[in-house]
């Protein structure tokens, strides 16, 4: 199974930081990676995928890039509401895989 | 709007069974790959199975694999998740979510709400 491996495990910003999470993969997955946003008690939301593609509907703040083992999710000026913990997924094989998330507390 | 929502969760002894179910409505569920994905209390999250459109193609973890089986009625709208021989480890949080239409890549557009497996001995 693909390997992912997500840091920082935590990190505390101010509203209005610019955040970033990396995510890599213990082998190559082209592009097919995915983020994900959940919130506590929530479902996971869907935010990128194919590494930089944004799903309908999320905010342009989120942008995520990277490629082959190596990718990141930036949060451009962190807003009261995406306090919350953050998955990446490699959708390249199966099984899915999942990094160990990271939480975004505020500071 | 799409809308998926399991049922079936609940409190099971060491070794039952549990069959899941998850309603889909607001698009073509007959035309969508569809997945189990699990979250234990407190942790990350597990892939558990995965099921073609048509029904014929199943996949699962093998944390699972001889002990669950996936299956799906695409004239009910349903996805289902038959739990046999259930360990303390199935003790979580089991989503039913929506694979991309064509199947690949394999991610997850959609979630439900979940439903909460209690394994106890």
């Known amino acids: 199974d693909i390997q992912m491996t997500q840091s920082p495990s935590s990190v505390s910003a101010f509203v209005g930081d610019r955040v970033t999470i990396t995510c890599r993969a213990s082998e190559g997955i082209a592009r097919w990676l995915s983020w994900y946003q959940q919130k506590p008690g929530k479902a996971p939301n869907l935010l990128i995928y194919a590494a930089s593609s944004l799903q309908s509907g999320v905010p342009s703040r989120f942008s995520g890039s990277g490629s082959g083992t190596d990718f990141t999710l930036t949060i451009s000026s962190l807003q009261a509401e995406d306090f919350a913990t953050y998955y990446c997924q490699q959708a390249n094989t199966l099984p899915p895989t999942f990094g160990g998330g990271t939480k975004v507390e505020i500071k | 709007e799409v809308q998926l929502v399991e049922s079936g969760g609940g409190l099971v002894q060491l070794g039952g069974a549990l069959r899941l179910s998850c309603a889909a409505s607001?698009?073509?569920?007959?035309?969508?790959?569809m997945n189990w994905v699990r979250q234990a209390p407190g942790k990350g999250l597990e892939w558990v199975s995965y099921i073609s459109s048509s029904g014929e193609t199943k996949f699962s973890a093998d944390s699972v694999k001889g002990r669950f089986t996936i299956s799906r009625d695409n004239a009910k709208d349903s996805l289902y998740l038959q739990m046999n021989s259930l360990r303390a480890e199935d003790t979580a949080f089991y989503y039913c979510?929506?694979?991309?239409?064509?199947?690949?890549?394999?991610?997850?557009?959609?979630w439900g709400q979940g439903t909460l497996v209690t394994v106890s001995s």
């Open positions: 607001g698009f073509a569920f007959s035309s969508y790959e």
């Open positions: 979510a929506r694979g991309p239409l064509g199947g690949y890549p394999y991610y997850f557009d959609s």
